[in-house]
Antibody, heavy 117, light 107 residues
């Protein structure tokens, strides 16, 4: 059974860097698949943030690309997101998911992130 | 980039009704489209993949169809547990794009 669990900083001030990790169990991140981050602002829709492959290659949403770094840590069996220079518009629930050629079957439960001064 | 326009944004229906939700792509796409259901406070769950293939365990009252630029999710014989928000997801090329969502409410 594949399970994903987000962790990281839940409250940030504007201009800080958001750091999130997604711990994976039941599957090795190094064995393949892309690993995605998706976010959902309060009361809003879903936004795809980006994908990182087992090898570390990435695809980012152009709207976030200049501030975003995603990576895989095989030793910890997790993948991570760093989003710098956050603003209030980055306030959202952040989900991680396993990406099987675009099919997002396994999701984490989500972690709320608030950016406020 | 492909844009996905989902309609309606909200829908009111009764138990037993049939409803249809539509996603239109800004240009023709293959069948790389999925449908997801999200209940309050929960992560989305996949209902349909490849445009029309039902995820294992999803009731047969759900069905997906479409090709080209228009895709639909149909729910027959609505059940109380179906009242939720539904999203489509285009994933043939990057960036992936979600539809804006359809909130299905009880009439």
């Amino acid at each position: 059974q594949v399970q994903l669990q987000e962790s990281g900083s839940g409250l940030l001030r504007p201009s800080e860097t958001l750091s999130l990790a997604c711990a994976v169990s039941g599957f090795s991140v190094g064995e393949g698949f892309y690993w995605d981050w998706i976010r959902q602002p309060p009361g809003g829709g879903l936004e795809w943030i980006g994908s990182v492959y087992a090898t570390g290659s990435t695809h980012y949403n152009p709207s976030l690309k200049s501030r975003l770094i995603m990576s895989v840590d095989r030793s910890k069996n997790q993948f991570s997101l760093k989003l710098r220079s956050v603003t209030a518009s980055d306030t959202a629930i952040y989900y991680c998911a396993r990406d099987d050629y675009g099919d997002l079957l396994y999701w984490g439960q989500g972690i709320p992130v608030t950016v406020s001064s | 980039d492909i844009q996905m326009t989902q309609s309606p944004s909200s829908l009111s229906a009764s138990v037993g009704d049939r409803v249809t939700i539509t996603c239109r792509a800004s240009q023709g796409i293959r069948k790389d489209l999925g449908w997801y259901q999200q209940k309050p406070g929960r992560a989305p769950t996949r209902l349909v993949f490849g445009g029309s293939s039902l995820q294992n365990g999803v009731p047969s009252r759900f069905s997906g169809s479409g090709s080209g630029t228009e895709f639909t999710l149909t729910i027959n014989n609505l059940q109380p547990e179906d009242f939720a928000t539904y999203f489509c997801l285009y994933h043939d090329t990057y960036p992936y794009t979600f539809g804006q969502g359809t909130k299905l409410e009880i009439k």
